[in-house]
């Protein structure tokens, strides 16, 4: 006996989704992977440099103080990259809607600027 046509479209819905969940619940695992890993090195390079300061010899080297923020600068920026992009593929990224107004007052007051030129 063969599926009535609705009960056809009810198993490919669940099929669909549970395609679906797996993809969200393999970006959150993802995301949490990325984030942990950051975060980690993050603290650990913070931690390093806290205890460079409390050494007089510390104080004489702040270019390794200022290397040690860049690093924690790049890695926080790079998987904020990351962790938005792995989001927006399953489209359950955050919008900043108030960014979003900014950004197009900046380009509608571009547009006029260069036409009145």
């Known amino acids: 006996m063969t599926p009535v046509n609705g009960a056809r479209s009810r198993t490919s819905k669940s099929s669909s989704n549970s395609l679906e969940i797996k993809k969200l619940r393999d970006t959150v695992q993802l995301i949490d992977c990325l984030s942990q890993a950051a975060f980690s090195e993050i603290a650990l390079i913070a931690k390093l ?15 390794d103080i200022a290397a040690a923020l860049t690093a924690i600068w790049g890695r926080a920026r790079d998987t904020e990259g990351s962790i938005n992009y792995s989001a927006e593929c ?20 571009s547009k006029k600027e260069s036409t009145c030129e």
Not at 50 to 59: C, D, K, N, Q, V
Not at 97 to 109: G, H, I, P, S, T
């Open 90 to 109: 399953v489209q359950c990224n955050h919008i900043d809607e108030r960014r979003a107004r900014r950004d197009q007052a900046q380009q509608a007051a």
């Open 49 to 63: 440099a806290l205890s460079r300061l409390e050494t007089p010899e510390g104080h004489l080297h702040f270019e």
